[in-house]
């Protein structure tokens, strides 16, 4: 049974939208995503933010658009995140986060549309103006975010360019890169668990949480060191048995000399 890889979870005024499929227009498997599911989620939600994660190849350049446009369209702070690849349509999607982040392990794709047809020569010329077309309204979503000029976009769209986290910074693609701290943990992920932990308590308690959970890490370390405290201390007390004592008094009890 596959996993289902759309997901929409709501906590308080903040939305999380996981994108973790092929976007299509008719859902054939679990995994994958279309416009219309996630309208008819979204419509219902009074949130403040949504924040959007992808990992997805792309699909349908139309559901793709459809759902650029209901997020840019909803009247609310939009964060996407790319967690893992963002590619074709799902680049779009990507660009409509009013903060786009990257992870430092995570790639974007982008390319123009690509498309199967049959028939005449003039059906074929058609089709090519016509494609021409549709790259150009996936043109304007990418040219409404990046620092770039459309002569170097249309570049990368010509070498369906594989863009790092690094690169999708400097060309404008992305606002941010998560950060990770001394020991490779990224910050973000750490916030969003102490977020997890402390949901159900108001934030003008947050202190007193705080204050509690240190409270309790001191009084575990506490009971974790007086063993070895105590231990210590009578191991102090206790007459020494090395050296030149332990030689005397062995040579008391051979000699039957009482101390």
């Not at 599911?37 to 658009?65: F, M, P, Q, R, W």
């Not at 759902?67 to 660009?95: E, H, P, R």
């Not at 494609?131 to 000029?149: C, L």
Request: proline fraction near 2%; hydrophobic fraction near 35%.
């Amino acid at each position: 049974m596959p996993r289902r890889y759309y997901l929409l979870e709501t906590h308080e005024k903040k939305a999380e939208l996981y994108i973790f499929g092929d976007i299509v227009r008719y859902k054939w498997r679990d995994e994958d995503i279309n416009a219309y599911g996630i309208a008819k989620e979204l419509e219902t939600l009074e949130v403040d933010t949504v924040n959007v994660h992808i990992n997805s190849c792309g699909g349908e350049v139309s559901e793709g658009l459809a759902i650029y446009n209901m997020l840019k369209n909803k009247g609310v702070k939009v964060v996407t995140y790319c967690d893992g690849f963002a590619c074709s349509a799902a680049s779009v999607v990507f660009m409509a986060g009013d903060e786009r982040i990257m992870n430092e392990a995570s790639l974007l794709m982008v390319h123009h549309p690509w498309t199967w047809m049959r028939g005449n020569a003039k059906d074929f010329r058609k089709k090519a103006d016509d494609m021409d077309k549709i790259a150009q309204a996936t043109i304007k979503a990418y040219m409404s975010k990046v620092s770039i000029d459309e002569k170097k976009l249309k570049e990368l769209l010509d070498e369906e360019s594989w863009i790092s986290a690094e690169e999708a910074k400097e060309f404008g693609f992305a606002t941010k890169i998560l950060e990770r701290d001394d020991d490779g943990v990224q910050q973000s992920a750490i916030s969003m668990i102490r977020d997890r932990v402390l949901k159900k308590f108001e934030p003008e308690n947050f202190s007193d949480v705080s204050e509690k959970i240190e409270n309790k890490i001191v009084e575990k370390v506490i009971q974790g060191i007086t063993p070895i405290l105590h231990k210590a201390t009578e191991e102090k007390a206790q007459p020494s048995k090395s050296g030149w004592s332990a030689f005397f008094n062995k040579e008391k009890e051979n000699k039957g000399y009482e101390s």
